[in-house]
């Protein structure tokens, strides 16, 4: 029984929920740089409603990329699913009704606080497109990530839903700074994307999966990544057009350029197999959590 427990926290990989929480935080700095008083039942109740939607679309994930996972021998720590379910430690019955478990959660939890709480009706809107897109991203009849889509919508999920949320929950209403705000968040996102699929191609091209990666292949991947950095550090700095401080603007494009100098030589370590894949998505998921951080300081 133990063993199956832990199995099961580790095909949820609960080290990703750590994007979800500074999401969330992050459209709760940007209100109360509008002046907005936090409301921190609000806050901890969108926590628990993001906690469980992430959840929902992990065990998705991982149910739908069983063989991929399966045949996948670049796995890192943020990459290359759990590899719980090929290993045997909880069987794909059980990693969808998991999913179907959290999915319902998500949903039940916050039609109740949107009640209780009184949010904003584009709230649970916004939470029940972000579920959607979150499972279709894996499953079918749209299987986006098998299509060439998944990356844009995983971009808009958690680079803006998430954040947008949060938001308008801690503000009570929409405000056009918040989409400004995100720009660079959802760039950031993207590149994310592309760096944690670059282990997997020998095991996602087979199994028909057609993601950005496996469409362009690695020299291309690198190079479009390295572009989608700078169009990052472009975004911020427009940002200032758009309402946000000089401070924020300065602070984010030197993250962005930051990130283009430690990602190339990264880049250029693995390509002589100095370095493992782990460096490349350790960095990914750091520059984001980074870019966030440094975005909700400087507002």
Same mark, same amino acid.
């Given at each position: 029984?133990?063993?199956?427990?832990?199995?099961?926290?580790?095909? @949820?990989?609960?080290?990703?929920?750590?994007?979800?929480?500074?999401?969330?935080?992050?459209?709760?700095?940007?209100?109360?740089?509008?002046?907005?008083?936090?409301?921190?039942?609000?806050?901890?109740?969108?926590?628990?409603?993001?906690?469980?939607?992430?959840?929902?679309?992990?065990?998705?994930?991982?149910?739908?990329?069983?063989?991929?996972?399966?045949?996948?021998?670049?796995?890192?720590?943020?990459?290359?699913?759990?590899?719980?379910?090929?290993?045997?430690?909880?069987?794909?019955?059980?990693?969808?009704?998991?999913?179907?478990?959290?999915?319902?959660?998500?949903?039940?939890?916050?039609?109740?606080?949107?009640?209780?709480?009184?949010? &904003?009706?584009?709230?649970?809107?916004?939470?029940?497109?972000?579920?959607?897109?979150?499972?279709?991203?894996?499953?079918?009849?749209?299987?986006?990530?098998?299509?060439?889509?998944?990356?844009?919508?995983?971009?808009?999920?958690?680079?803006?839903?998430?954040?947008?949320?949060?938001?308008?929950?801690?503000?009570?209403?929409?405000?056009?700074?918040?989409?400004?705000?995100?720009?660079?968040?959802?760039?950031?996102?993207?590149?994310?994307?592309?760096?944690?699929?670059?282990?997997?191609?020998?095991?996602?091209?087979?199994?028909?999966?057609?993601?950005?990666?496996?469409?362009?292949?690695?020299?291309?991947?690198?190079?479009?990544?390295?572009?989608?950095?700078?169009?990052?550090?472009?975004?911020?700095?427009?940002?200032?057009?758009?309402?946000?401080?000089?401070? &924020?603007?300065?602070?984010?494009? @030197?993250?962005?350029?930051?990130?283009?100098?430690?990602?190339?030589?990264?880049?250029?370590?693995?390509?002589?197999?100095?370095?493992?894949?782990?460096?490349?998505?350790?960095?990914?998921?750091?520059?984001?959590?980074?870019?966030?951080?440094?975005?909700?300081?400087?507002?």
């Amino acid at each position: 029984m133990l063993g199956k427990l832990v199995a099961s926290i580790q095909l @949820l990989r609960p080290v990703f929920l750590l994007g979800g929480l500074t999401m969330n935080l992050f459209g709760a700095a940007l209100a109360y740089h509008m002046d907005s008083k936090i409301d921190w039942t609000s806050l901890i109740c969108f926590q628990l409603v993001i906690v469980v939607l992430q959840l929902a679309g992990h065990a998705a994930n991982d149910y739908a990329d069983f063989e991929t996972d399966a045949a996948n021998r670049n796995r890192t720590w943020f990459s290359g699913g759990s590899g719980i379910l090929p290993a045997g430690g909880v069987s794909r019955k059980g990693a969808i009704r998991l999913c179907a478990a959290f999915a319902a959660t998500t949903i039940l939890a916050s039609s109740v606080f949107t009640i209780m709480l009184g949010w &904003n009706i584009g709230v649970l809107i916004l939470i029940i497109a972000g579920l959607g897109m979150s499972l279709q991203y894996s499953l079918g009849p749209l299987k986006l990530s098998y299509r060439g889509l998944g990356e844009i919508f995983m971009m808009l999920i958690y680079g803006s839903v998430c954040a947008d949320a949060a938001f308008i929950i801690q503000h009570g209403t929409w405000d056009n700074l918040a989409l400004v705000a995100t720009a660079p968040l959802m760039v950031q996102v993207l590149t994310l994307m592309l760096l944690t699929e670059y282990p997997d191609i020998e095991a996602d091209s087979p199994a028909g999966k057609k993601n950005l990666v496996v469409r362009m292949g690695r020299d291309k991947t690198r190079l479009i990544a390295m572009i989608v950095i700078i169009v990052g550090a472009v975004v911020s700095v427009l940002g200032v057009f758009g309402g946000i401080s000089e401070l &924020n603007v300065v602070a984010v494009a @030197l993250t962005f350029a930051v990130e283009a100098a430690v990602i190339t030589v990264i880049l250029r370590m693995l390509r002589s197999a100095r370095l493992g894949y782990n460096w490349l998505t350790s960095a990914s998921i750091g520059f984001l959590v980074l870019i966030i951080l440094v975005s909700a300081l400087t507002f």
